[in-house]
């Protein structure tokens, strides 16, 4: 079975400090891992994506994941928050693609991020 | 823009209307989704159509009906919905892999904002 937890709903940083997002998945299969960044009444954009590479793996705007397996974590960090990264950050699970060849995602319930100036 | 687009953007109907969401991709995939976004809830996969048959029916409600005529199109009819259906819905699209290759990214459009009244 996937699952996926995001420990936090919500997280505020001020402007230029560090941002961690966590998260930790629970997979049957060697899964690919994906985090998504969703700005208000915009649809949700790829942020970065782990598929059994490198396990760091760095993404759009600064951010990067690294793959702990023996921790089943792909945290979000960036060394320095911006406030145009205000917005909901999704984890999300994706298990082998299935015999039809879509590939289903399980999606984390989201953490929002606030930056203060 | 992720060459996803959703049309309308917002919609307000009430429980006696019939509408319709059009979902379009431009980027020569093979498989789209739907899926509802509530608040406070993670994302409800919907439908899924790979290939252009659909593969996925995750126990949604009859007054929804999908409709994909061609790989770059997908539609949700809607008819006599009810005031909990009001949420965001997204279209997404990937390219659909042979099973057991990986999994691909979905591209998501910016939603459709549903009220019901």
């Known amino acids: 079975a996937q699952s996926v937890t995001q420990l936090d709903s919500h997280v505020s940083v001020s402007e230029g400090t560090p941002v961690l997002l966590r998260c930790n998945y629970s997979?049957?299969?060697?899964?690919?891992l994906f985090w998504y960044v969703q700005h208000p009444n915009k649809g949700l954009q790829l942020l970065l994506k782990?598929?059994?590479?490198?396990?760091l793996v760095k993404g759009i705007n600064g951010f990067e994941a690294e793959f702990k397996k023996s921790e089943t974590s792909f945290h979000l960090t960036k060394p320095s928050a911006h406030m145009s990264d205000a917005a909901e950050y999704f984890c999300?699970?994706?298990?082998?693609?299935?015999?039809?060849?879509?590939?289903?995602?399980?999606f984390g319930t989201g953490t929002r991020l606030t930056v203060i100036p | 823009e992720t060459g996803v687009t959703q049309t309308p953007r917002h919609l307000v109907m009430g429980m006696t209307n019939k509408k319709s969401l059009k979902c379009e991709q431009h980027l020569g995939h093979n498989a789209m989704y739907w899926y509802k976004q509530s608040a406070k809830k993670p994302l409800e996969l919907m439908f899924v159509y790979s290939l252009e048959e659909r593969v996925e029916n995750n126990s949604v409600p009859s007054r929804f009906s999908p409709e994909c005529p061609n790989s770059s199109h997908l539609f949700l009819h809607l008819h006599t919905l009810q005031p909990e259906d009001s949420a965001l819905y997204l279209c997404?699209?990937?390219?659909?892999?042979?099973?057991?290759?990986?999994?691909?990214?979905?591209?998501f459009g910016p939603g459709t904002r549903l009220t019901v009244l």
């Open positions: 999300v699970v994706s298990p082998m693609v299935d015999q039809t060849g879509a590939n289903n995602l399980f």
């Open positions: 997404a699209s990937s390219q659909a892999l042979i099973r057991g290759r990986g999994t691909d990214t979905q591209y």
């Open positions: 782990y598929t059994s590479a490198a396990t």
């Open positions: 997979s049957s299969y060697s899964p690919s």
